[in-house]
């Protein structure tokens, strides 16, 4: 007999063939609270992330002139990218489990790993001790893009997929916007007694960190994930529950279903079939994920050291400079978001990069000329980072969605960490050397070589982008054991 419409062939053998409307089911329904949960409890990686890249930009003049670290220019820069070393480090390790073991289990892991690490620094006594407990708060981060950026993918609804995935990664910037003042608080003079300022703006993250937690427990496992391991009769109790929730909606019929083999892929297997049947995706990836990593990272990790260097901005107010970058940067992802959806992925991709490296390259020459000041050359940056932060967040959609299911957290792993390490890890580095260097034009060098990268990506985009709008994440790329 067949099963009733609308649900799930169950079969106890792991290797024998499934039948399954599971994803038809997800993307069927309309937007709920069930929705709304997932995105801020889930989301809040972006957050944390936002505030750590943020009190590290905001304190860097504040650990240069501690009594205890009293760190150089480059030392601020190395322990940046210890951060962005360990988010790559994290990525790949949490990247497999979160594929072999599963969504849920892994983003309780990382959080958790997260809030220690991020604890810890506040009571670091040496530039050693510093730059190990940011590597390990970047490994936390690090496995949380790839653990959350699936279970995210694989529970919203395809026809809003491109807006949400988006404005979470937009939210980064409501992490950088408490990080800012967080900064202003605490590094007040008179607020702490010294030392004691940036100590405590490693407190605000673990703080926020250890409400989620909470949160987080009403997240389920995903239900793609339960039907990839032949687990359907939890995954038919998960998609039951979220339509439960679904209040005052008549839900229609869902549309197709899709035939399963489910077998233990190795990882070997895994990579080599996205090599062989995705290689264009693969390298439009590395195009997206390298370029916006670099862009980013060489503009903000080094914002706070160009404003002390160059316009002699204190360090206790550099915070009042990141608030007007992040609202622009939260701004353009939440406007910009809902065309991904509607006019498409492959146009507003190219269009954000493009248009990011254009601007990026003006406002380099208008700093090397020196006719900005702080406040000017801040409003120049919230406007390129309007487009710039759209861009970026797109970069992580394209390869959230772009790949099988077997290795949706393995290749957004990949991807982030092949990108942060060609682009993210080496800028810091680099860019507090040019500044250091006092030399305008040596900045503006830095600035062209990213604005010449952000435009090549749009090139490629324009070649070879996925048209992935409002399809099931199945139909974009058909899972490994379905074929």
């Known amino acids: 007999m067949h099963p009733p419409v609308g649900r799930s062939r169950d079969m106890p053998s792991v290797n024998a063939e499934i039948e399954t409307d599971i994803p038809a089911r997800l993307d069927r329904l309309p937007w709920s609270r069930f929705h709304t949960l997932v995105v801020v409890a889930l989301g809040i990686t972006w957050i944390l992330d936002g505030l750590e890249v943020t009190l590290a930009g905001s304190i860097s003049g504040a650990l240069q002139q501690s009594r205890v670290l009293h760190f150089s220019e480059v030392e601020v820069g190395l322990v940046s990218t210890a951060y962005?070393?360990?988010?790559?480090?994290?990525?790949?390790?949490?990247?497999?489990?979160?594929?072999?073991?599963?969504?849920?289990?892994?983003?309780?892991?990382?959080?958790?790993?997260?809030?220690?690490?991020?604890?810890?620094?506040?009571?670091?006594?040496?530039?050693?001790?510093?730059?190990?407990?940011?590597?390990?708060?970047?490994?936390?981060?690090?496995?949380?893009?790839?653990?959350?950026?699936?279970?995210?993918?694989?529970?919203?609804?395809?026809?809003?997929?491109?807006?949400?995935?988006l404005a979470i990664n937009g939210s980064f910037w409501v992490g950088a916007a408490i990080g800012a003042l967080g900064a202003v608080v605490f590094l007040k003079p008179g607020t702490l007694p010294p030392d004691w300022g940036w100590r405590a703006a490693f407190g605000i993250g673990a703080m926020l960190g250890l409400a989620i937690l909470l949160l987080r427990r009403w997240v389920p496992e995903s239900p793609r994930w339960l039907m990839l391991h032949n687990r359907l009769k939890e995954a038919e109790a998960v998609v039951g529950e979220i339509e439960q929730r679904v209040e005052g909606h008549r839900l229609p019929p869902p549309k197709g279903r899709i035939r399963l083999n489910p077998t233990q892929n190795s990882m070997i297997d895994i990579v080599l079939a996205v090599i062989r049947e995705y290689p264009s995706r693969a390298l439009l990836g590395l195009a997206l994920m390298g370029t916006q990593a670099f862009f980013y990272n060489a503009i903000f990790f080094s914002y706070a050291l160009v404003l002390t260097r160059f316009f002699s901005v204190p360090s206790a107010s550099i915070g009042w400079y990141i608030l007007p970058f992040a609202l622009g940067n939260f701004i353009g992802p939440l406007v910009l978001g809902p065309l991904f959806d509607t006019i498409g992925r492959k146009p507003m991709i190219t269009f954000t990069y493009a248009i990011s490296g254009v601007l990026l390259a003006i406002v380099g020459y208008v700093f090397r000329e020196g006719l900005v000041g702080a406040a000017a050359l801040t409003a120049c940056w919230t406007g390129i980072f309007f487009f710039a932060s759209a861009a970026a967040s797109a970069a992580y959609l394209t390869v959230s969605e772009s790949f099988p299911l077997e290795a949706r957290a393995m290749a957004i792993a990949f991807f982030y960490a092949i990108g942060t390490a060609c682009g993210g890890a080496v800028a810091p580095y680099l860019f507090a050397a040019l500044i250091g260097s006092g030399e305008r034009g040596n900045v503006f060098l830095g600035y062209l070589f990213g604005a010449g990268l952000m435009v090549g990506a749009a090139i490629v985009e324009l070649l070879i982008g996925v048209k992935a709008e409002r399809q099931s994440l199945e139909d974009v790329a058909r899972p490994i054991s379905a074929r």
Do not use: C, H
């Open 84 to 165: 962005l070393v360990g988010a790559v480090a994290g990525a790949f390790l949490f990247g497999y489990a979160t594929d072999r073991f599963g969504r849920k289990k892994l983003f309780m892991v990382t959080l958790g790993l997260y809030l220690v690490a991020t604890a810890a620094t506040a009571l670091s006594w040496d530039f050693a001790s510093f730059a190990l407990f940011r590597l390990l708060t970047g490994a936390g981060i690090g496995g949380e893009y790839a653990a959350i950026n699936s279970a995210i993918q694989e529970l919203v609804p395809a026809r809003f997929r491109g807006r949400t995935d």
